[in-house]
Nanobody, 123 residues
């Protein structure tokens, strides 16, 4: 079945950077829009960023604009989330998601989810 495997999380200090990766298998990656979501303890899962199948369109939640960058490499079946100037409020489990349409992801109803990767930012 489809697999989305995240990596790159960890414990960092405020102001540091991390890059998350999500490697996809068993799907036609270049046909899927991709996104990152996150869920902090005691909170609902929220949208972070999305990118279209071609990489030409992307958008972000307001709180990460200017700090996070989503990108993809269709040759490697991988989507990335570069996170700079991390803040303690960015602490969450980050999930990779795939959808056959961009709107599917923006509405929070992707077709496939990764297993999640912990990011912890200390103050």
């Amino acid at each position: 079945q489809v697999q989305l495997v995240e990596s790159g999380g960890g414990l960092v200090q405020a102001g540091d950077s991390l890059r998350l990766s999500c490697a996809a298998s068993k799907l036609t990656f270049s046909s899927y829009a991709m996104a990152w979501f996150r869920q902090a303890p005691g909170k609902e899962r929220e949208f972070v960023a999305a990118i279209s199948w071609s990489g030409s369109v992307s958008d972000y939640r307001d709180s990460v604009k200017g700090r996070f960058t989503i990108s993809r490499d269709n040759a490697k079946n991988t989507v990335y989330l570069q996170m700079n100037s991390l803040k303690p409020e960015d602490t969450a489990v980050y999930y990779c998601a795939a959808g056959t349409t961009y709107s599917m992801l923006r509405s929070g109803t992707p077709r496939h989810w990764g297993q999640g990767n912990q990011v912890t930012v200390s103050s």
